[in-house]
């Protein structure tokens, strides 16, 4: 990658808009991620809903993997619904008669390609940011969410 620069000082971002910057870094940080996703045939609803099928390998039912996602970016059931059921139609996922669904060896193992590919992503997008500052702009993120009385939560 090549060297960043800075194009505002430290005097002029104190005055800049949180929600501009933080709106711009969480669209072109998602549009990254799923520009990786869809080059390796997935949207982003199936790469969540892998992942949690890859945490429960005895399976997990439907409606408890579209609770736990139904949050993440506001996507909703609809969406959800729509992309367990293209991971099924495309053997990635088995769907029992209980609602049980859980990952085929074909699902398995494109999961963990994936999952090797998102880690060199994660490397590309915290290039250049330590640890330490990467937890500081979270914690700062989460109090101005608490202070305008909004609510965020991620696992």
């Known amino acids: 990658m090549s060297a960043f ?14 929600g501009y910057w933080s709106s711009a ?3 072109a940080v998602v549009n990254h991620i799923r520009t990786m996703l869809a080059e390796m045939g997935l949207t982003q609803p199936q790469w969540w809903t892998l992942s949690q099928l890859v945490q429960a ?12 996602l139904k949050g993440y970016l506001e ?7 729509h992309n367990i059921d293209a991971l099924h139609d495309r053997g990635l996922i088995t769907e029992g008669p209980a609602g ?20 060199a992503v994660r490397a590309e997008i915290h290039e250049g940011i330590t640890d330490e500052d990467y937890v500081r702009t979270l914690k700062v993120l989460q109090r101005m969410i608490h202070n305008v009385g909004g609510s965020a939560w991620h696992h």
């Open 57 to 68: 390998p005895e399976g997990r039912s439907r409606d408890e993997v579209v609770a736990v």
């Open 75 to 81: 996507v909703g059931e609809g969406v959800l619904s």
């Open 5 to 18: 620069a800075y194009s505002h000082s430290d005097q002029d971002l104190v005055n800049q808009p949180v």
């Open 100 to 119: 049980v669904i859980a990952l085929t060896d074909e699902g398995q193992a494109l999961q963990a390609r994936v999952a090797d590919r998102q880690k």
């Open 25 to 27: 870094a969480g669209a």
